[in-house]
């Protein structure tokens, strides 16, 4: 599989000087970015780009690593001994004729069935699985002076150089020495550049693997820390909505302050409600603390004020008819309503309220709660989104609840 040396060599296309080009920027090592960024033959948007069909998609270097790998024992490759002169028609006719005669154009194939075959010939275990007048004839008709076996095995090693796929041939003695020593200087001396690249490559596929791992355990710490937080902020929120409310609600004199204004409000509605004309100014007492902040800079105070109160003030969600319709809080009262109604779907939907803020946020593309208002009251004109509740909201913001 790799790339073949010679004047019919096909491994660059040649279809045009653009693919040529680009293959061989990528052979050579080239990223795809850098491969489309120094093309500029294509313009994509303003940008004039190299099209990523001009590089090959084919990638020898995955195929034959994982190829070896299935490999038992790892890749090898049949060689013959030095000093031994086999010629291939030898090869061809005595030892894999049928093979030569079925894939009579692809020599490097049959070369290499046939040196592999002529190995399991010459080797005892080996040769007790090929039918017996094989192996006779083909011991008999060679004529090569070696004792034992003609053919030795030799261990591959899968390299990438650039973008090109390399094979390189690792001696035995290679072997037992790395097996034998333990530092990177005993373990290389002797070899070769080839064997040197080989070795650089292990210890480099075995820093990414560990460098894999602590990215994972990196990444589960991020993930239960950023649960911790959601869940502390989610708790913040539902008991105070700020450090300082949270910190003043475990007060017991605010908790007496609190219960004693709830109490006496509840005690003014309902007489208001049995003489409502006969007492208008109970209704006004009322109102007192019905009031809305003039100025919130975030999503997270508009919840605070929907769901606590910011304050002495009460609650939105809590409010009379009367008092979302009164004169000085009636516009922005309804205005405010439509974030309300979206934090509320998203939190019926299982989000935090920090989660249905930061989701809000990124739908709209800002975190000016003036900008968002405006943008969700565009949506209630758009026919095209559908409705939740009593208004429109955006198609990013739905949520499968089945």
Request: charged residues 25%; hydrophobic residues 30%.
């Amino acid at each position: 599989m790799e790339d073949e040396v010679g004047d019919d060599n096909n491994g660059v296309g040649t279809h045009s000087n653009r693919k040529h080009s680009a293959n061989k920027a990528d052979k050579c090592g080239a990223d795809t970015h850098q491969i489309e960024f120094r093309g500029r033959w294509v313009g994509d948007k303003g940008q004039k780009i190299v099209h990523k069909c001009y590089i090959s998609p084919e990638s020898p270097y995955n195929d034959d690593f994982v190829a070896s790998m299935l490999c038992d024992g790892g890749a090898l490759r049949c060689r013959l001994h030095e000093g031994l002169d086999v010629s291939d028609a030898w090869l061809f006719t005595n030892v894999i004729p049928n093979v030569k005669e079925r894939f009579g154009r692809d020599i490097r194939f049959c070369r290499v069935m046939a040196l592999a075959r002529l190995w399991s010939v010459f080797d005892e275990d080996a040769s007790q699985l090929l039918p017996e007048t094989d192996v006779a004839r083909i011991r008999n008709s060679f004529q090569g002076d070696c004792e034992g076996n003609p053919v030795k095995k030799v261990s591959l090693e899968i390299m990438k150089v650039g973008g090109r796929l390399q094979i390189v041939d690792v001696s035995r003695e290679v072997q037992e020495q790395q097996q034998q020593h333990g530092n990177a200087a005993q373990m290389l001396r002797g070899a070769d550049n080839t064997q040197l690249l080989a070795y650089i490559q292990r210890m480099e596929g075995s820093f990414n693997q560990q460098l894999q791992a602590i990215r994972s355990e990196q990444m589960s710490f991020r993930q239960h820390f950023t649960e911790r937080t959601n869940l502390l902020i989610a708790n913040q929120t539902r008991f105070g909505g700020t450090v300082q409310q949270s910190m003043s609600r475990g007060d017991p004199r605010m908790q007496q302050r609190r219960r004693q204004h709830e109490g006496a409000r509840q005690q003014q509605q309902a007489e208001a409600r049995v003489n409502p004309p006969a007492a208008p100014f109970l209704t006004r007492h009322v109102d007192r603390y019905a009031r809305l902040q003039k100025r919130l800079s975030s999503l997270h105070d508009y919840w605070e004020e929907y769901q606590f109160g910011i304050g002495d003030n009460k609650a939105a969600k809590s409010f009379s008819m009367a008092e979302r319709n009164s004169r000085q809080y009636k516009q922005t009262y309804c205005r405010r309503s439509k974030v309300w109604k979206l934090q509320c779907y998203l939190i019926n939907a299982g989000f935090s309220i920090a989660e249905a803020n930061h989701r809000i946020c990124d739908v709209y593309n800002s975190t000016k709660p003036t900008a968002i208002m405006l943008q969700i009251t565009r949506d209630q004109k758009n026919q095209s989104y559908n409705f939740v509740g009593s208004q429109r909201i955006h198609p990013r913001l739905y949520v499968n609840q089945s």
